[in-house]
């Protein structure tokens, strides 16, 4: 009701003749559909935005909780399954212009709960379409802070490094190499 009236005051423009009243409320009237205009849009980036920040929690999360579900240490800790906790306990800290992310998160299972860490990388191009798929994410590193709460012993909390349990990469020979003369020039053909 406040909020009518004052809007109606605003309308009302004191003047003498209908031309000039005719020609400010054009002009009052693009200016509020110029900054009309500029609200949504601002308001639409930072929807777009939210939105692309919760694809990349989700896709991450989903990589270490599948990472997470294979190692036994995890497993023994909190139990399976291991469920995400809700995503505004999150944290996700985005570089590298969207290539690189840190991210934070809680879990829990039936014995107990715990933080995941991890940082990962963006496999693949990084094109505006991307901004409207799933991303694969490598996770570079990761480790758990679980806490298990014990009946006749203390509490524990432990600290597991998953990315420890993973095998090295396999190396692949370079095929497109030149050759090198026993002198050290390279062989030109």
Known sequence: ????RFISFLR???????????????AKTWGRRIVSGT??????????????????YHSCSSKALERASKNKPIIDAIGEPIVRGPWYNAS?????????????????GPQGTGIFQLKAVRNGEDKWSSFLRASDWEILIMEALVHVPGNEEKQQTFRIKVSDDLPPP??????????????GNVDKK
């Open 1 to 4: 009701m406040l909020g009518r």
């Open 92 to 108: 996700l800290a985005v570089a590298h212009q969207r290539q690189s992310v840190s991210c934070t998160f809680p879990v829990s």
């Open 170 to 183: 396999a190396s692949n020979a370079c095929t497109d190499c030149i050759p090198l003369e026993p002198s």
């Open 39 to 56: 609200l949504i849009c601002l308001t639409g980036g930072v929807a777009l935005s939210a939105l692309d920040d919760l694809s990349i």
């Open 12 to 26: 009302r423009t004191p003047s003498a003749s209908g031309k000039v009243v005719g020609e400010e409320g054009k």
